[in-house]
């Protein structure tokens, strides 16, 4: 799978925008972007992936640039329980014979600290 | 709640002991995976079950000892630990067919080894 490089820490101003950048610039045209985040002494917690095109959901947006290169996380309304380390990974999905995802390989990500 | 639920919460054993890790999802994934996160590293993939049979062991030491009798349950069995097998341990499954590829992750298991 690709290496993805994130800034080790950031912060956001409560009911801002909070934009997280991702580099993958080795990424071949089968992997996917996810991202995860990780509030503190719990499990991972799944956000968004995408491939090529950007892709929203309920939490936040995910966009990819045209050479998929890099991709920006972007949380529309930062809220203090958006504290977290917010995880991209790059990765083929690989489903196996007996059902289910193979193993994500996690990275360091980014602490994002939310400020009041 | 995430549907997939890990025993107990702490646990605390000397390097003796035998003790075991427990992990239950309640979603009818067919994919139950362990993770380990010590302080200030990455998590690391452990082990990976599919249908209950192991398709993945990451030279984990055999002090560790998975265990899947079911597509819902999820083991651990852990004996002579060393302290610096202190960490958080996590449990996450996946959905059969599901393209997505979305882990879903308990809220782990914390490990202390005395």
């Known amino acids: 799978d690709a290496k993805t490089t994130q800034p080790p820490s950031m912060d956001c101003a409560e009911g801002r925008a909070a934009n997280l950048p991702c580099n993958h610039s080795t990424i071949s045209g089968n992997e996917y972007v996810y991202w995860y985040r990780q509030i503190h002494s719990q499990g991972p917690q799944y956000i968004i992936h995408?491939?090529?095109n950007n892709e929203t959901n309920e939490m936040a947006s995910l966009i990819i640039t045209e050479d998929r290169k890099s991709s920006t996380l972007i949380l529309p309304h930062a809220t203090l329980r958006d504290t977290a380390v917010y995880y991209c990974?790059?990765?083929?999905?690989?489903?196996?014979?007996?059902?289910?995802?193979?193993?994500?390989?996690f990275g360091k990500g980014t602490h994002l600290i939310i400020q009041p | 709640e995430t549907g997939v639920t890990q025993t107990p919460r702490h646990l605390v054993m000397g390097m003796t002991n035998k003790k075991s890790l427990k992990c239950e999802q309640h979603?009818?994934?067919?994919?139950m995976y362990w993770y380990k996160q010590s302080a200030k590293k990455p998590l690391e993939l452990m082990f990976v079950?599919?249908?209950?049979?192991?398709?993945e062991n990451n030279s984990v030491p055999s002090r560790f000892s998975p265990e899947c009798p079911n597509s819902s349950h999820l083991f651990l069995h852990l004996h002579t630990l060393q302290p610096e097998d202190s960490a958080l341990y996590l449990c996450?499954?996946?959905?059969?067919?599901?393209?997505?590829?979305?882990?879903?992750f308990g809220e782990g298991s914390r490990l202390t080894v005395l």
């Open positions: 979603l009818g994934h067919n994919a």
């Open positions: 995408g491939l090529k």
């Open positions: 990974i790059v990765r083929v999905l690989i489903i196996m014979p007996g059902g289910g995802a193979d193993g994500l390989t």
């Open positions: 996450a499954s996946s959905q059969g067919r599901d393209i997505t590829g979305e882990l879903f």
């Open positions: 079950y599919s249908l209950e049979e192991r398709v």
